[in-house]
Structure formats: structure tokens, C-alpha cells
């Protein structure tokens, strides 16, 4: 049985409805139950937006299934998403997860669930990512997918095992701060890493991926990505989280031809595409991202 999507939205319905264009574009779609979570309107100039949402999903076809909810108040974006994960989760023993500004491709679906099935029983992949940034494929790597230790929120999956081993209050926190060499091998999967949860913490930002992340870490999981990104990031623009700066996240966006994926057998972090990771995230690069930004590059 193909896992169920669980679908975010907020009020950004122009976004959305390309959103849910790619997603009835795949081919399991029909075949595929979808959950859709909509979170109500923070400030009352947003209540038109989020109505608009409302409307285009009231609308909305394509799947085998849709389950509608639409928060009666603001519930805020971690606590959202974590909200409709785990309600989902507690009724499926995995999950795919889909926010409003991302674009998938056909075979995304495809993809997604046989990484379900293939890892579903090896506890050490934590999750699955749909996007991975256009890293040229070694020749002599046979594989459609590749290990990495950092967990991606852009088109992912998961199982309710894993979800319900999160510690979302990061208990530890004040622990790990202090240990330099756990701190290390946290930011294995990227520099940035520990200053997201620093920043999460302390109140700066409202974020449930990097924690999902840190508890991934201390469990010693790692996550799957494709050697071809199943995911485009859109939300780049007005309304979004990342307005106004250069999007360093472009892709090439599979032509979902594939249907059928061959996947490495052991759960290990792939070396190749590890130093690659750590390359896009060091803060070298970061530095001179921001720069192209300042540059109106975009």
C-alpha cells in the first residue's frame, strides 16, 4: 500500500496550486490517500489569503482520498506541521510530507515509497529526502540514491517509529552545548547546524526540522537522498520564508522517466556526496551566497 501525503499549506495559494499540479502529475497519485493541513491566519490582512487557500483545496481532485483540516486558530508553522505529522503517523506507519512551495516530479511518489519499503527495517535511515542539490553523479557510482547525516524538510518521508522517537524539547540541549566534540560530529552533516538549534532554543526561530535533525543525530540515523532531485523549491519570492535572496538551492529537477530506482543495500553515509554536502554548507560558501545576494543576484 502506498504511504499517504500529508500536505501543508498557510496562505500563499499561488504557490500551492502549482504545488498540488505536480503532485496530481505523478503517477501514483490516484492510487495515493492525501492529508492536507492548513494553518489559520496569524494577522487579519492574512484572512483573504488563507480563504483563498480553503477555497483551492475544497476544490481539489486527483487523489484516491483527501482529508481536509483547517486550524480554527493559529497554531504557528512547527507546531503545525508537527501536529498533522503525528495525527497522520498514529494512522500509517509512514508518511510522505509536502509543503506549499515545492514542485515534485512525476516519479516523486515513486521514489518515495520504495525507499519506504526498502529501509522500513533498517532503524539507521531516519528519513527520506526528495530533494538534493545537481552534485555530478561519479560514473562509477550504480546507485539512485545516496547516504548523507542531515535530514532534509523539502519533500521528505518518514516512519512512525522514527516520529514518535523525536524529543521536540531537546532535553539536552544544555548537555550538548557544552561538548565541543559532539558539536563536531553533529555539523558532519553541515556548519550551520548547531547555531539552527542554538537559534531554535533560544526563541530566534520557529523550526521542527532541525530538531527532528538533532534527535536523528543522536539516534545515529542518516537520511536518503536521490541522485536526482524529486523536488524543485519554489518558495523564493512574496509571502515566502526565504524572500528576497539568492536561491542557492536550484536544481535539476528529474523528468520522472524512472519508475523503478536502484538502491544501496547498507544504510552508510556516502563519502562522495558527504564532502559534497559539507562543501555547500561550509561557511565559506555561505559567505559568498551571501554576497550574490547583496549583488541582487537572485
Not at 39 to 50: C, F, M
Not at 137 to 142: G, L, R, T, V
Request: hydrophobic share 35%.
Amino acid at each position: 500500500m502506498n504511504a499517504p501525503i500529508v500536505l501543508f499549506g498557510f496562505k500563499r495559494a499561488r504557490e500551492l496550486s502549482l504545488t498540488l499540479d505536480a503532485l496530481k502529475a505523478n503517477y501514483l497519485a490516484p492510487e495515493t490517500n492525501l492529508y492536507v493541513f492548513v494553518d489559520a491566519a496569524k494577522k487579519p490582512e492574512d484572512e483573504p489569503k488563507v480563504k483563498e487557500v480553503h477555497k483551492l483545496l475544497d476544490e481539489l481532485t486527483g487523489f484516491k482520498s483527501i482529508y481536509r483540516d483547517y486550524a480554527k486558530s493559529n497554531i504557528g508553522c512547527a507546531d503545525s506541521i508537527i501536529r498533522g505529522i503525528s495525527y497522520v503517523l498514529d494512522r500509517h506507519s509512514s508518511a510522505i510530507m509536502v509543503e506549499d512551495d515545492l514542485i515534485t516530479s512525476p516519479n516523486f511518489l515513486d521514489y518515495m515509497n520504495q525507499c519506504l519499503d526498502y529501509y522500513k527495517d533498517k532503524p539507521k535511515a531516519y528519513s527520506i529526502a526528495g530533494y538534493t542539490f545537481p552534485f555530478k553523479k561519479p560514473e562509477s557510482y550504480a546507485y539512485d540514491a545516496y547516504f548523507i547525516p542531515r535530514h532534509s524538510p523539502w519533500g521528505w518521508a518518514t516512519w512512525a517509529d522514527r516520529w514518535k522517537s523525536i524529543d521536540w524539547s531537546v532535553a539536552d540541549f544544555d548537555e550538548f552545548i557544552k561538548d565541543k566534540s559532539r558539536q563536531a560530529a553533529f555539523m558532519e552533516g553541515g556548519a550551520d547546524l548547531v547555531r539552527m538549534l542554538r537559534r531554535q532554543i533560544e526563541g530566534e526561530i520557529d523550526a521542527w526540522d532541525i530538531r527532528y535533525g538533532y534527535s536523528q543525530f543522536k539516534a545515529g540515523g542518516i537520511t536518503v537522498y536521490p541522485t536526482v532531485s524529486k523536488v524543485q523549491n519554489i518558495g523564493f519570492g512574496q509571502d515566502a520564508t526565504h524572500t528576497d535572496i539568492f536561491n542557492r538551492y536550484k536544481t535539476a529537477l528529474d523528468d520522472g522517466q524512472k519508475r523503478t530506482f536502484d538502491l544501496p543495500d547498507v544504510v552508510q553515509n556516502t563519502e562522495y556526496y558527504k564532502r559534497k554536502n559539507i562543501q555547500q554548507y561550509s561557511f565559506a560558501t555561505r559567505f559568498y551566497n551571501r554576497l550574490k545576494t547583496y549583488a541582487g543576484m537572485r
